[in-house]
C-alpha cells in the first residue's frame, strides 16, 4: 500500500470541501480522480502530498516521496530546457541524472533550447522530467493536459503511460475527461459533493488507440457519466 486515506476531511474555515473519505491506492497503481469544479481535487493531491493538512483523519504515504506536476508548466524562461529540469536537483550537480530525464522525455535534442522555443507539449514533458528527476514513488498530477490541444493531448497521454511503465511509480491524476482518464488508469476515483465512488477499468495493459474504440471503454465511459449524474466533470 502506497497510499492510504482513513476518513480523511477537509474543510476551509466553515465551508467543507469534502468528509470521510477513506481509499488505498496500490504501489505501481494509476488512478484518476474525476468530478466538479471545486469538489476538492486539488486539494485532495495537496493533501496526498502533504501540503495540505486535513482537517480530521488523514492520508498516510508511509516514507514514500511526491513529485508533483501542474497544469501549467511554470518553467524558468531565461535557464534552457536541461537547466529547468536540472533545477530541483541544483545542490547535487547530477549530470547523469538529468542527461537520463532528457532521453526519458525524449527531449535530449532540444536540451540547450530555452522554453519559449518548445511547444506546449514539450513544455509539459520539460515538466514531467522535472518531476520525476527526485525519482518520487507517487506522482501527482493536476490536469496536466488541460491546455493542450487534442492532438498533443493523445500523444502525450501515450507518453505518460510509456514513462509510468518504466518509471514503476505510482500515479494520482486529476483531469476533466472521462476518456482521457479511462484511457490512462486501472481505477478513477469521482468526487462529488455526495462524496468519493469508484470505478474499475476492465482495460488490459499495455493500452492501445484501438482500444478507444471498444465495447469495454464505451462502457466504462457511460458508468462514469452515469456516477457523476448532473454533475459536470
Ligand atoms: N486555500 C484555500 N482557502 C480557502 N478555500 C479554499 C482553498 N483552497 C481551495 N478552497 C476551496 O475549496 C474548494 C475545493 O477547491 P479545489 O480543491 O481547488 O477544487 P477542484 O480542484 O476540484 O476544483 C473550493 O470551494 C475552493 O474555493
Ligand atoms: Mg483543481
Known amino acids: 500500500m502506497v497510499i492510504h486515506a482513513k476518513q480523511a476531511t477537509k474543510a476551509f474555515g466553515t465551508s467543507p470541501v469534502f468528509d470521510n473519505l477513506s481509499f488505498r491506492i496500490k504501489k505501481g497503481e494509476f488512478v484518476s480522480i474525476i468530478g466538479p469544479s ?132 505510482t500515479v494520482a491524476f486529476v483531469t476533466h475527461s472521462i476518456p482521457e482518464a479511462v484511457y490512462l488508469s486501472d481505477r478513477v476515483f469521482v468526487l462529488t459533493a455526495e462524496g468519493m465512488t469508484e470505478i474499475g477499468v476492465p482495460l488490459a495493459r499495455p493500452r492501445t488507440r484501438k482500444m478507444k474504440q471498444s465495447k469495454s471503454f464505451h462502457h466504462t465511459v457511460n458508468r462514469l457519466q452515469r456516477a457523476l449524474g448532473g454533475h459536470h466533470a
Open 38 to 169: 471545486g469538489c476538492g481535487k486539488t486539494s485532495l493531491l495537496r493533501m496526498i502530498g502533504g501540503l495540505l493538512p486535513p482537517t480530521s483523519g488523514k492520508i498516510d504515504v508511509g516514507h514514500h516521496t511526491c513529485g508533483f506536476v501542474f497544469q501549467q508548466p511554470v518553467l524558468l524562461p531565461w535557464r534552457t530546457i536541461q537547466d529547468n529540469i536540472r533545477l530541483p536537483k541544483e545542490l547535487g550537480k547530477d549530470i547523469q541524472a538529468v542527461e537520463d530525464m532528457l532521453s526519458l522525455v525524449q527531449l535530449d535534442h532540444v536540451k540547450d533550447r530555452l522554453p519559449h522555443q518548445l511547444s506546449g507539449g514539450m513544455q509539459q514533458r520539460v515538466n514531467l522530467a522535472r518531476a520525476l528527476i527526485t525519482k518520487p514513488s507517487i506522482l501527482l498530477m493536476d490536469e496536466p493536459f488541460s491546455s493542450l490541444d487534442e492532438i498533443t493531448r493523445e500523444n502525450m497521454q501515450d507518453e505518460l503511460i510509456r514513462i509510468w511503465q518504466a518509471s514503476k511509480n
